[in-house]
């Protein structure tokens, strides 16, 4: 899903088996590549940590309450 993953995935149809394994050869290839998505995985999951999404849930409910 885009809204997750952003810019720390490789997308691709899951119904095409050649481009998944295009995906996986080229993570195993390029091991430059494999660290630089880790990181910006790693950072992007901070965007989804609990106490900051119930802060975010309970101030738009705030919000929209008046």
Known sequence: MPEFGGDAVWYFDPANVDQLATQL??????PETRTALSAC?????RR???????RRTWAALLDFSG
Do not use: F, I, K, N
């Open 25 to 30: 050869a080229r993570l195993l290839r390029e």
């Open 41 to 45: 995985a790693a950072e992007r999951s």
């Open 48 to 54: 989804y940590d609990w106490d900051e999404t119930a």
